[in-house]
């Protein structure tokens, strides 16, 4: 009874230790798992801030896709009005040049009237000289006509006497 005794504590204490064992190492086991748990949900929570990192980041592209179609249009809206200012530049030159060439010619005219004018001038200037000469010998006429006349009429007047 005292081998069996001792058998049976032996196989006890063996037993002992072995559930010892296993207890270490369901515990380990338990702690690897609560490891790989915690590590998982670490991974998930840091893949969610990914997630919403790339969200926001298609949401600012997004948001920089409409500012560069807003800036692309305002672009080509200056570029439109530039075209329709050139336009008006263009416009405006061929008016001066035809305003410039207008002037010219109209100068030109000016400029041959003035010298018609001024021969016309010349002229009649040459014509009243003329018609103060015959002015001045009607006038001399007239006084020897008057002086004959007087001269006539004295001697009427003095056959009448």
Do not use: P
Not at 17 to 33: D, M
């Amino acid at each position: 009874a005292l081998n069996v005794t001792m058998s049976l504590r032996s196989r006890i204490a063996s037993a002992l230790s072995a559930e010892e064992t296993l207890y270490k190492v369901i515990r380990k086991e338990r702690l690897s798992k609560e490891m790989e748990v915690k590590a998982r949900l670490q991974m998930y929570d840091d893949l969610l801030k990914c997630q919403a990192a790339l969200s926001d980041a298609e949401k600012e592209k997004l948001l920089l896709a409409e500012l560069r179609d807003n800036e692309t249009e305002r672009v080509n809206q200056m570029q439109r009005q530039t075209a329709a200012l050139n336009d008006t530049i263009a416009s405006l030159e061929r008016a001066c040049l035809f305003k410039d060439n207008s002037y010219a010619e109209l100068r030109a005219e000016s400029i041959l009237k003035i010298d018609f004018l001024k021969q016309q001038i010349g002229d009649l200037s040459f014509q009243c000289s003329q018609l103060e000469k015959k002015y001045e010998g009607c006038k001399e006429e007239a006084r020897h006509l008057k002086i004959e006349n007087e001269h006539i009429n004295s001697s009427l007047q003095f056959f009448v006497e």
